[in-house]
């Protein structure tokens, strides 16, 4: 059976082949040289993606012996998961209490454990393979309405008490004024078994581990055309790979390359913005612990400060597939919202980039075939998830399916209208969000 792929999001907001105008691509290190594919090749196993998923993949199934090709449409890290936030977060990306209404308690803890055993992994490969990536732990959730104050008390107890889960705790509202430097915000929570990182530097860490441990990454290689079976056959404008297995680990720009993914699975735009450097006084104003921030919004506000003193702060998403004409001063509306005394504060960067959703903002793991593999739809927690899901995915390739059968059962509906409909109906439903939001 071929499929044959089309995919807008690939091209029309960036330069082919390069990374965006970002604080993470002019701060990038250790960038590996790799080339794209040409004439015909074979292997073990084709990941299409070179994001946290595709590359934890790679690392993880080079590691147990097989023979892994990585192919990437334009560069390694080069999509959401060298331009996120840097985020990482405990748990699913649903409350581990309102995880328990959707599914039963078993596989809710079951769910739990595996995103602690892939936050876990997260700082591992950083410590395994001494990736410079800034990791520092701290993560505030600042509450924008008092009406949530008593949830998040609540909410607190769960994990202390259901879950053994200590590193969490309540903050009442003049600590969190005090934690943030703003009075924007009522209570919330501090976990210190979350924390933060240069996402693009961690992803270029896990490919470099990836290729000393054997796989092969090749830029510049999308995926155009696709013969399924046993074996798969995968096609590139220059090339071909022959594959016992695929994965694909394409998130928010799978495009039509794999239908199913596509009708579960919606990309959405979200924008960030990185301020000239700060002084220390006023970093310490800003964010006093120096963990990284994210609020009750339903269109979430998130920030933190970089290792060289610079606010970077993430506002906004589009439901449309281009970019805002002027990132910086879309952006900058909602961190001078927060913070008004950066308002002479330079905004010296500003970029986009494409993540994923699901209905259930749980992510969507799929076995396609015997040899076919998904995973995809972190909701923007995918620096921790998506680092797990390669791991799991390398599991399932070699036998050993139970964490993946886990998240496969996850519920992730399909949305309504499929890929036709999802989008408008999104932007129809976040306009309300956004709406009540400011109630």
Not at 204 to 212: F, V
Not at 319 to 335: E, H, L, N
Request: charged share 20%; glycine share 10%.
């Amino acid at each position: 059976m071929a499929s044959r792929h089309s995919n807008p999001l690939l091209h029309l907001n960036d330069q082919d082949g390069s990374y965006p105008p970002s604080w993470y691509a002019a701060t990038a290190t250790g960038i590996p040289k790799t080339q794209s594919l040409q004439g015909d090749h074979r292997c073990d196993v084709a990941v299409i993606g070179g994001g946290f998923t595709g590359l934890s993949a790679a690392l993880h199934l080079a590691e147990r012996g097989y023979s892994v090709r990585l192919l990437d449409a334009h560069r390694i890290g080069w999509g959401a998961s060298g331009r996120n936030g840097g985020q990482v977060g405990t748990g699913q990306r649903v409350a581990q209490d309102e995880l328990e209404q959707k599914v039963d308690s078993s596989l809710a803890r079951d769910a739990w454990q595996i995103a602690e055993e892939a936050k876990g992994l997260v700082t591992d490969l950083i410590a395994r393979h001494q990736i410079p990536c800034d990791y520092r732990r701290g993560s505030i959730h600042a509450n924008h309405r008092r009406r949530y104050d008593d949830h998040s008390r609540r909410f607190v107890d769960l994990l202390n008490e259901r879950y053994d889960y200590d590193e969490i705790r309540y903050v009442p509202p003049d600590e969190m004024q005090a934690l943030v430097g703003c009075k924007g915000y009522s209570a919330g929570t501090l976990d210190m078994g979350a924390g933060h990182l240069h996402p693009l530097n961690y992803a270029l860490g896990i490919a470099r581990a990836a290729m000393t441990a054997g796989a092969v990454l090749f830029e510049n290689s999308e995926v155009t055309h696709i013969d399924t079976g046993d074996p798969v056959r995968l096609y590139t404008a220059q090339g071909s790979l022959t594959a016992r297995y695929v994965l694909y680990a394409c998130n928010g720009y799978i495009g039509s390359l794999e239908k199913s993914i596509g009708r579960r699975v919606m990309p959405i735009n979200n924008y960030i913005i990185a301020t000239e450097p700060l002084n220390d006084e006023t970093v310490r104003g800003l964010i006093a612990n120096g963990a990284c921030v994210s609020d009750s919004r339903f269109v979430v506000n998130y920030f933190r400060c970089s290792a060289d003193n610079r606010m970077l702060f993430g506002g906004g998403e589009s439901y449309g597939y281009r970019f805002p004409r002027d990132i910086k001063t879309f952006v900058q509306r909602y961190m001078l919202k927060i913070y008004p005394n950066l308002k002479d504060t330079k905004v010296e960067y500003g970029w986009g980039g494409t993540l994923a959703i699901t209905m259930s903002r749980l992510p969507y793991f799929q076995r396609h075939s015997a040899n076919i593999f998904s995973a995809s739809g972190y909701s923007g927690s995918g620096v921790a998830l998506a680092t797990g899901a390669g791991a799991m995915l390398a599991e399932a390739i070699d036998g050993v399916a139970s964490r993946f059968d886990v998240m496969n059962r996850l519920p992730t509906p399909s949305f309504p209208g499929g890929s036709a409909l999802r989008s408008p109906l999104l932007a129809l439903a976040m306009t309300w969000f956004a709406i009540r939001d400011r109630l």
